[in-house]
């Protein structure tokens, strides 16, 4: 096998592949990868689908998909253990990975065997590492249209290192061992996070003990709402300030206003200013699982170029009659979820939607405004400590998130040797 010229459409793996080992060659996807089309005409087998983590799942474990149409049943793809699945429509967002089940798989995605010169393990590693990551992306910028599939053309001529079988089977152990600490500490922390979380809405129930679920409706103390766009974004977030963005429904999880939860504004897009957010406005996700949908937030900063999703609303109140902070916290009580939670509808449990009027209609009886002020204050003195917790658990896990991938990259592309590490 000899060395390919890794320049132009590749160069977001080109020089990494250039300074691979010597002993390592460089091979087109089309020369390692045989695909299938074994269709599911006997109905035998489990549905699965492709998670954005690699993993291939029963269809039952993803929630909220809609049930396939009978009839389109038998043209579902069959993927066997270690099969490269592949959804080319979200290959940018890691939509792929090697199955470790057999089974059958949407007829959008594609189901590729490897010809021998790979190991499956190595594979999955390789092919969900940062610079293919990148590789897709520059893929889909590449059309013309705003199809973000990777074309077959293109993952057929995707360059790829082959290191003897012997280090390979040392690089999938190596990073099996590594990722595996790392995702343990992550897991630690994200239950860490839960704990807090716990322990804030516990702050917030005390403080709020005292408001009635019944009297004057939260609609007497809004003076305008505004609902947001979902256009077709990029995967990645942008800062919202010099580039545009829509936020994600989950801006306003945990009650507090989260501005990076978004996704970038493709350049095509014509943005729609009268959807920025503002600072002070009291934002509610309309649609999302039950535990979250109804969430409230308040926006804290100036964004001038992050735009509210469909799934949000923006309310601006009255703020002589109530703090927007205030109204947040109520919101987020158990008392408020479990209203929120009745008047919510929709097939699964994994997307509910509660419509404008149900939120507005929401009984909202407001002491006056010193008296707010005074509880957000009692409040902070609770939060503002385990917040920071919060914070610094989150960005723990996204270091080590950061970690994972550069390690990933370095053992795959040669840049450690892992023989002299293990």
């Known amino acids: 096998m000899s060395s390919l010229t890794l320049i132009g459409a590749h160069r977001a793996v080109s020089e990494l592949l250039e300074n691979r080992p010597e002993s390592w060659d460089v091979v087109r996807f089309k020369g390692l990868f045989e695909r299938l089309d ?13 998670r954005s983590t690699g993993e291939v799942v029963a269809r039952a474990e993803m929630g909220g998909r809609q049930e396939p149409d009978e009839a389109s049943l038998p043209k579902y793809l069959v993927a066997e253990i270690d099969d490269l699945v592949v959804n080319p429509m979200w290959l940018i967002g890691g939509g792929i990975g090697v199955s470790l089940r057999a089974g ?3 007829p959008d995605y594609r189901v590729f065997r490897s010809r021998g010169a790979l190991l499956p393990r ?7 590492s940062q610079p293919y990551l990148d590789q897709y992306l520059l893929y889909t910028r590449a059309q013309t249209t705003f199809d973000r599939r990777v074309q077959q053309p293109d993952l057929d001529n995707l360059p790829l290192p082959v ?38 809405l516990a702050a917030v129930e005390v403080a709020v003990s005292d408001v009635q679920t019944s009297g004057p409706r939260l609609k007497h103390i809004i003076q305008s709402v505004r609902q947001g766009w979902s256009p077709q974004c990029y995967a990645w977030a942008a800062d919202g300030v010099e580039m545009w963005a829509v936020l994600k429904a989950g801006a306003a999880n945990g009650g507090r206003f989260r501005p990076m939860e978004n996704k970038e504004l493709p350049s095509e897009e ?26 409230a937030a308040v926006v804290d900063g100036d964004f001038p170029r992050l735009m509210l ?6 309310f601006t109140l009255d703020e002589h009659q109530a703090l927007p902070r205030f109204v947040a916290a109520v919101l987020g009580s158990r008392r408020w979820r479990d209203l929120i ?14 419509s404008q009027a149900d939120i507005v209609n929401l009984p909202m009886p407001v002491p006056p405004i010193e008296e707010q002020r005074r509880l957000i204050t009692r409040l902070d003195e609770q939060t503002t400590g385990i917040d920071r917790l919060i914070v610094e658990a989150e960005q723990f896990i996204e270091l080590a998130r950061e970690r994972r991938s550069a390690l990933i990259t370095a053992a795959v592309t040669g840049q450690i040797d892992v023989r002299e590490v293990a």
């Open 38 to 50: 074994r269709r599911n005409v006997d109905l035998a087998h489990e549905m699965l689908s492709l």
């Open 104 to 106: 059958a798989v949407s």
């Open 122 to 128: 190595f594979v999955h590693h390789l092919l969900r």
């Open 163 to 200: 290191p003897p079988l012997e280090e390979q089977r040392a690089i999938a152990d190596y990073l099996g061992h590594e990722t595996a600490r790392i995702d343990t500490l992550i897991e630690e922390q994200q239950r860490l996070i839960e704990l807090l979380r716990e322990r804030r």
């Open 270 to 295: 014509t943005p729609r200013p009268g959807i920025v957010v503002r600072r002070g406005d009291l934002i509610v996700s309309r649609a999302n699982t039950r535990e979250l949908v109804g969430s």
């Open 309 to 314: 999703c469909d799934k949000l609303y923006a």
């Open 341 to 354: 939670e009745l008047e919510a509808t929709g097939a699964s449990h994994s997307m509910l939607n509660v």
